[in-house]
């Protein structure tokens, strides 16, 4: 029978009509209780297991691969392969690699040996060890945005490993109960208490412990210890630390318990008022030791500016904020900037009013250096929208914008970075290409570093002479 005129034949309508409604009930399971969730998440766990292992080896480890010789020669050491050979046969104490002839493989650990060696003897007018000022701290860097799948822990990831082939010792912290960061460096973590939750818990600890001897004094009742706080007391810092894969990247990792934190810290502020919730992270990176022990200090944040974003963004001193070049992540970044600065000027106001009042100099928050990174980027559909993003933000931005390459999925897939990726599972150009992505990020992030890094250093001075 013909169709009514003017009206489309069944089969050139959209999907969306003339859907049945009884057999889409039939379609349906049983209305969805608490419990299916709890085995939706196990079989989630199960297979989340399953695919972080494919960057594992045979055993159920994470090793980092080797590095041949051209690698070590273009990427790691700036001296040429014929010139490294003649080196090695002239200091056998040296590590000689592994494989036949010119083709020789090295570990981390024996790149790390090579360039401190070139350092010593090598040409005065080449840079073999990347540049760190003796006594200053480690600089920290927190990686933070609303939005979520913007590249953060990606960006936090390939910056940690650019940093260790670079030299530097990293410490990588991972704030996002989701873990990611931790899976990717191949972390275990068993419960909150391996995370930064006793890091917290112990400040408030601590905090009280100032504030009983201040009513003491005054003659009023102490605030009491739960289990919690007791127990957080007998934590280090420092025990929190794991080694990874790479032999200077270590971690404090990250799982689902750990939001609870953002439950936590308002219950305890709430207690005492005069706990200065931001500054936890600092103080146990302070007391750890860290900023003495580390270089580099990697801040990988949950995508929301909860209590744990605002510990990192607090214990900052460079702040990168990674987006898309698309107009909601444009929209969202803006959004979070404008809510750093209504949390911080509340937050400084707040306690200047006090300290006003107390004869106290006032506090401010401050950061060496914010940029905003254009992740992700397509350059054939996003140049024009990643120009007027560019041109809104201004200083804030990073010059490179970071481009989305098969080799950077790849690696994704491998629960990998694109450092860990060998060279010969691709063809050399793809590979170089690849790499650039995360080079070129890592060389303006370094060059952030090193600057605020001279700064400080030239204030260090003027302040001595001053003396």
Excluded at 379 to 392: K, P
Aim: proline share 5%; with cysteine; glycine share 6%.
């Amino acid at each position: 029978m013909a169709h009514k005129p003017g009206t489309p034949p069944k089969a050139d309508l959209p999907p969306y009509f003339n859907i049945d409604p009884a057999e889409a009930a039939e379609k349906l399971s049983a209305p969805i209780d608490t419990a299916r969730f709890a085995k939706a998440a196990a079989f989630a766990m199960r297979g989340r297991d399953d695919l972080a292992r494919r960057g594992y080896a045979p055993d159920g480890t994470k090793r980092l691969r080797k590095f041949s010789t051209w690698e070590v020669c273009r990427y790691l050491i700036p001296v040429n392969a014929a010139h490294l050979r003649r080196v090695l046969r002239q200091n056998p104490d040296l590590p000689q690699g592994e494989g036949e002839s010119g083709s020789k493989w090295y570990t981390l650990e024996e790149v790390l040996r090579l360039r401190d060696h070139f350092a010593e003897e090598g040409a005065k007018d080449r840079e073999y060890r990347a540049w760190r000022p003796e006594g200053l701290p480690a600089k920290v860097v927190a990686v933070a945005n609303f939005k979520g799948g913007v590249g953060k822990t990606s960006t936090c990831a390939h910056l940690a490993m650019s940093a260790a082939l670079d030299g530097y010792k990293v410490l990588v912290i991972d704030l996002d109960s989701q873990g990611s960061m931790t899976s990717i460096m191949g972390g275990k973590v068993e419960d909150e208490w391996q995370t930064v939750f006793p890091m917290l818990a112990r400040d408030y600890a601590l905090h009280l412990q100032a504030e009983n001897d201040v009513r003491a004094a005054s003659g009023q009742s102490p605030y009491q210890f739960d289990e919690t706080l007791t127990a957080a007391l007998e934590v280090s810092p420092r025990n929190l630390v794991q080694k990874t894969h790479w032999p200077n990247i270590d971690l404090i990792g990250a799982q689902l318990n750990l939001y609870w934190a953002e439950f936590q810290v308002p219950v305890w502020r709430m207690q005492s008022l005069s706990w200065p919730l931001w500054d936890a992270l600092t103080h146990a990176l302070e007391d750890g030791g860290m900023l003495a022990e580390y270089d580099i200090i990697l801040l990988d944040t949950p995508p929301a500016l909860g209590y744990l974003t605002i510990n990192a963004l607090s214990a900052a001193d460079i702040l990168l904020v990674p987006l898309g070049a698309s107009f909601l992540e444009f929209d969202s970044t803006g959004r979070f900037f404008d809510m750093i600065y209504s949390t911080f000027a509340s937050i400084e106001d707040g306690e200047n009013r006090v300290r006003r009042a107390d004869g106290l100099p006032e506090m401010r928050f401050e950061w060496d250096a914010v940029r905003a990174l254009v992740t992700r980027f397509d350059a054939a559909q996003q140049t024009d929208l990643a120009n007027v993003i560019q041109a809104y933000f201004g200083d804030f931005m990073t010059t490179y914008r970071q481009e989305m390459t098969a080799m950077v999925g790849q690696a994704g897939e491998q629960v990998s970075g694109i450092y860990e990726t060998d060279y010969r599972d691709f063809n050399r150009d793809t590979y170089v290409r690849g790499r650039e992505t995360f080079d070129r990020t890592w060389a303006e992030v370094k060059e952030v570093i090193l600057g605020t890094w001279w700064r400080d250093q030239q204030m260090m001075a003027a302040e001595r002479e001053a003396v």
